[in-house]
């Protein structure tokens, strides 16, 4: 770890102010920022702890949906039972992450802005165009089990390692942010990351010292909620692939149909192409398994992950015949 | 006396002796040691390179960080002893040098060494140093260097590399029923808790080093050697372990550059490996290609038994993992091959992990045993049953005692066995497949040197010493259990030391030989001295040899695994619901401290079989998985329900007080039973562990169809 300045956020204004610096970094539980700078992959020199600012409140929204603050940890989301009743996919998706004292720290926001768990990007002996830009990926060429098949680029497969992102995006969960200007916005969540291309480097749309306040659940959709995830062990590991729907069942057809996809992408990735094929299908797992083909028509695998592929279509086909209760 | 006198404690579930020390933080374990004037911090760097030469190291930016006390490279390391020698007896007393050279070894070689007033500041500074290396071509790929892999001539518990009787080709190629298969091990790493750590401490030539690690005398031996000094100048203590499963029988640069810093800045100095380093600064265990050859006739009378392991040990080293050595004594069978061939890479050094050899032999070999029970239409218990033998079938010796059949009967009963249905996937529960496996379990019983002093304190208390560890499997209990019932005393009365070369010599914890071999010589100890008693003595010693071990007799602990699997149709998880473990392991010391080693064992056998591996990156010679974030062992929610039963066993033969070890046992066999159980729920054979869910899906999809 090198040394760095520490400043505990006095207001939204100031901590904004204080992280534009390019080499500053909001901290919040510090669960994946602190492990980096241990390894020197994060290198800030002044890091303002979020920890004072009054974002820690779960509120409902004018519009019949909750607000969420950046700093409600993963553990509070989970259990609130406003998530438990109206958003249960979230809190399914949230307590299948990391463990339970990591939730007891993690933040909503940093949860969003967790880095990539591809194994090259921690050994800082390797090529990594995400960690140091134009050293190429080795990633591409080796042992690539972890990492993306859709979505991604010849520069970077790197797979977001959030659950919590998927049942979100499921859910079509807004960001609100505040740069240092003052001036706020509303990011769709599926907006907020950018794609690899030849920058991986650059992770999000977020400006230096842009905060992430808060998160916005609309109102919950109709339909059934789950999120299934499928990992190596049991528990306490990233998924392989794992699964959010949302959806509505009548008679024998689906009605309608929301599908996010975890570990296959660089972001939560929300597949319109399996929704559009779900709408009026019949509830059969053959039905699903098309959905699932659509939806992964355009990826591909880079050799260890290429049973990313089945197995997310598999998954889907598990959850959604779970939440429509076909046997 | 007898006040308060507990009725023979040897066997009791006594809670460990330990356990509150531990619990209230205040055991004490190697990093934690406080001394006068406090401790300097060292850092290790490591090499980015897996193969080549330190070209030059500059120190320059990191010797005027803050509060950098020593920047140690090749260029102003001391002289030492050289690496070796490689054909040591003991291999764990090899001079073990840092810094003494500018070859690179493998990834993650240390090539500098950093001391600091605080560990942040060592830590800052040794991001400092920058070296520059020229890599040289390695060889890193285990498979494609099996044409050209060596005879080892022996593998490392000292038997021949290849074993044959009969004729084995000619039985094998007229079997009337045949298997042959080839299996597939992973690099794993035995990811103790505790990392790697010492505190070194001189006074005047003396040397003290609080040292985490599972021999005491090896790395005195090793220490003195490595500086070329008196072993009785160098002092080891290691009280408390927080785990070793092999990885702390050597002991390594921590050591050697603690001593080296302390020796130079003139105080104390600690020093821990971090987590990443050690995967590759310690040892792993080897992977392994296994092509296992079964013929038998139509009866399932093993005819023909065949196993080829290859192995890879460091270009430098020697090491063979045994993979063989349970293929050698487990079932009857006339014509038999058993083979060992070593790869010698670039990589860091296998040496032992929790049962070497017989983990990942058996892992193979109880498939195989189920492959062809499939292939005969035979019941895999009936096929095991059918080739038990009383008699060593490679040394032509009885066992002392061998109760397989037994463990395999009365497992079969207690589990449900009769409900397997032998046809694979004919048992679902909603989406799940259910399936139930076995396997054998074997384990070779060794007796080693040790000797330890019991001494009778004027309060009456006992005082028990010897320079053995307690890796944490409880050794200071069991121990206080023997003393206790050798001298008549009340366990409370007994006082159990270790962890200190100043103690009478042992072995140390390993290879499961320590529990017989320590408390075979404290019950020595305690006896002598008891006998004495009466003509005044106070303090005796007493001493166990491997010769107390009768060898006209093969000795070895065995038991049987049964596992539930429940295998997700549509994703290919794999959970195991139950398992039951009955083992014939001799003399059981302590109910509760055998029990939890057993458990162990057997999670350890779910983690080969499900999730536990690493990768060698061949491009780069370095393993891929380098936290524990990625290299996964088995969890709580990945274990179903153990049970486990030990069955009585008295085994005159066997050592003085007719205990065997178990520290291994649990795990041998434990991952074949849940491998068997997975193709008896689907029908797929996982020959290449561990079955992770990928590799299911083909066989899934057929399912599907
Ligand atoms: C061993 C391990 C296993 C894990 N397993 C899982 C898993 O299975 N599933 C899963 O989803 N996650 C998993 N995680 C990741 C975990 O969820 C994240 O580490 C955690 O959510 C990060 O939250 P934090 O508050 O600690 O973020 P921090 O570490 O404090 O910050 C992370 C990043 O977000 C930025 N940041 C934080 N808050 C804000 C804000 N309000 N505005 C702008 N920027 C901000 C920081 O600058 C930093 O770059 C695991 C982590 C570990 C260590
Ligand atoms: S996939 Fe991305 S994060 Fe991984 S090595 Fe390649 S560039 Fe780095």
């Known amino acids: 770890m090198k040394p760095f300045r520490y400043e505990r956020a006095g207001s939204l204004a100031s901590a904004c102010a204080s992280a534009t610096e390019p080499t500053a970094k ?170 690899p291309g030849n920058t991986p480097h650059i992770e999000t749309v977020l400006a230096p010292g842009e905060l992430i306040q808060s998160v916005v659940l609309p109102p919950p959709p109709p339909g059934q909620q789950l999120y299934r995830k499928v990992r190596d062990r049991a528990s306490f590991a990233f998924a392989l692939v794992s699964v959010a729907v949302v959806v509505t069942r009548e008679d024998d057809r689906v009605r309608a149909a929301r ?44 050799g260890y992950n290429d049973f990313k592929i089945p197995l997310a279509r598999r998954t889907l086909r598990a959850a959604l015949a779970d939440a429509t209760g076909v046997i | 006396m007898a006040e308060g006198k507990l009725a023979d404690p040897i066997g009791l579930p006594l809670d460990r002796v330990d356990g509150q020390l531990k619990v209230t933080g205040r055991a004490t374990y190697a990093f934690e040691y406080a001394t006068q004037g406090g401790a300097a911090y060292g850092v290790i760097v490591p090499s980015a390179i897996a193969k080549g030469r330190v070209v030059a190291v500059d120190v320059q930016e990191a010797q005027h960080a803050p509060g950098v006390l020593l920047v140690l490279t090749k260029d102003n390391a001391p002289p030492q002893t050289p690496w070796g020698p490689v054909d040591l007896p003991d291999r764990f007393a090899r001079a073990e040098p840092a810094l003494d050279s500018d070859e690179v070894r493998y990834f993650g ?139 702390k029988l050597p002991f390594y640069v921590d050591a050697t550059l603690a001593a080296i810093g ?27 290609e296994q092509r296992l050859r079964l013929g038998a006739d139509r009866d399932g009378r093993l005819t023909a038994y065949g196993q080829d392991a290859l192995v890879q040990c460091a270009r430098f080293d020697n090491y063979t993992e045994p993979v ?19 790869a010698k890479l670039d990589l860091p050094r296998s040496d032992s992990m929790r049962a070497p050899g017989d983990a990942i032999g058996l892992l193979a070999l109880e498939c195989a045993m189920d492959e062809l029970a499939d292939a005969l239409g035979f019941d895999p218990v009936d096929l095991r049953l059918r080739n038990d033998t009383e008699i060593d079938p490679e040394r032509d010796r009885p066992f002392a005692s061998r109760h397989l059949a037994e463990a395999l009967r009365l497992g079969a009963a207690r589990f449900g066995w009769d409900k397997r249905i032998a046809k694979p996937a004919s048992v679902r529960d909603g989406r799940w497949l259910i399936g139930l496996g076995v396997a054998s379990a074997v384990r070779a019983d060794v007796l080693r040197s040790a000797t330890a002093r019991a001494r009778l304190e004027r309060d009456g208390r006992l005082t028990v010493e010897l320079a053995m560890t307690d890796i944490g499997t409880g050794t200071y209990t069991i121990l206080t259990q023997v003393a206790a019932e050798a001298m008549e005393l009340p366990v409370d009365r007994v006082t159990v030391r270790l962890g200190d070369t100043r103690f009478p010599p042992t072995a140390g914890s390993g290879g499961s030989f320590g529990a017989a071999t320590s408390s075979s010589a404290v019950l020595a100890a305690c006896r ?85 591996e690493n990768h060698v990156d061949p491009r780069y010679g370095s393993f891929v998985n380098q936290d524990l974030a990625s290299y996964h062992v088995a969890v709580n929610a990945d274990v179903g329900s153990l049970d486990v039963m030990f069955l009585d066993e008295a085994d005159p033969h066997g050592s003085p007080l007719g205990s065997k070890g178990i520290g291994e046992l649990g795990i041998c066999g434990a991952g074949a039973a849940v491998i068997n159980a997975i193709h008896n729920a689907t029908g797929a054979r996982i020959r290449d562990m561990p079955a992770t869910p990928d590799k299911l899906l083909a066989t899934l999809e057929t399912l599907d169809a």
């Open chain 2, 262 to 288: 302390a020796r130079i800045v003139g105080r104390p100095v600690k020093l821990a490996m971090t987590r990443p380093q050690l995967f590759h600064m310690t040892t792993h265990r080897t992977a392994s």
């Open chain 1, 26 to 195: 909001f901290i919040a539980g510090g669960t994946n920022l602190l492990d980096l700078m241990k390894l020197q992959i994060e290198t800030p020199t002044h890091l303002v702890d979020i920890g004072p600012l009054p974002l820690a409140e779960i509120e409902e929204s004018a519009e019949g949906g909750l607000r969420i603050g950046a700093r409600v940890t993963n553990s509070a989301l989970a259990a609130d039972m406003r998530v438990r009743r109206r958003y249960p996919v979230l809190s399914q998706a949230i307590l299948a992450g990391a463990s339970a004292q990591l939730r007891n720290k993690a933040t909503t926001g940093g949860n969003l802005l967790q880095r990539t768990r591809c194994s090259y990007f921690y050994d800082t002996t390797k090529p990594c165009n995400k960690r140091m830009p134009g050293s190429g990926c080795a990633a591409l060429g080796g042992l690539n089990r972890m990492n993306a098949v859709i979505g991604v680029s010849s520069d970077c497969i790197a797979a977001h390692g959030s659950d919590m992102a998927v049942a979100m995006a499921a859910l079509d969960a807004r960001v609100e942010t505040v740069a240092a200007d003052g001036v706020t916005r509303t990011i769709p969540i599926d907006a907020l990351y950018r794609p």
């Open chain 2, 109 to 247: 070689f240390p090539v500098a060494f950093v001391v600091a007033e605080t560990f942040e500041e060592a830590n800052a500074a040794a991001a400092l140093v920058s070296v520059r290396c020229d890599s040289l071509p390695g060889q890193y790929d285990l498979h494609s260097a099996g044409p050209t892999a060596e005879d080892p001539g022996h593998i490392s518990d000292g038997a021949p590399a290849n074993s044959s009787v009969g004729d084995f080709e000619a039985a094998f190629a007229t079997a009337p029923v045949k298997i042959e298969a080839l299996y597939t091990t992973p690099y794993q790493n035995q990811a103790p808790m505790e990392p790697h750590a010492t505190m070194a401490v001189w006074e005047g030539q003396m040397l003290t080093v609080h040292t985490s690690a599972q021999l005491t005398t090896s790395p005195q031996e090793g220490l003195a050697r490595t500086f070329n000094i008196p072993k009785e100048n160098v002092r080891v203590v290691t009280r408390y372990i927080g785990g070793g499963f092999g990885s």
């Open chain 2, 324 to 342: 063989c050595g349970a293929a050698r004594m487990l079932y009857a069978a006339p014509n038999r091959l058993t083979r060992h061939r070593l």
């Open chain 2, 528 to 612: 002598k001295l008891n006998a004495g008693l009466a003509l005044g003595l106070t303090e005796a010693e007493g001493s166990v040899t491997p010769a107390d071990l009768d060898d006209t007799y093969a000795h070895a602990g065995f038991g049987a695994h049964f596992a539930e699997a429940a295998v997700h149709r549509d994703t290919g998880e794999v959970r195991v619901r139950r398992m039951l473990g009955v083992f014939a392991a001799g003399r059981i010391l302590n109910a509760k401290t055998a029990r939890s080693q057993m458990i162990g064992g057997m999670t350890w056998g779910i983690g080969s079989a499900l999730i536990e």
């Open chain 1, 259 to 302: 599908v996010a996809f975890g570990g296959i992408s660089y972001k939560p990735w929300r597949s319109a192409e399996a929704e559009a094929a779900l709408i009026g299908a019949t509830v059969t797992r053959a039905s699903f398994d098309a959905a699932g083909r659509a939806a992964l028509r355009d990826a591909r695998g880079y």
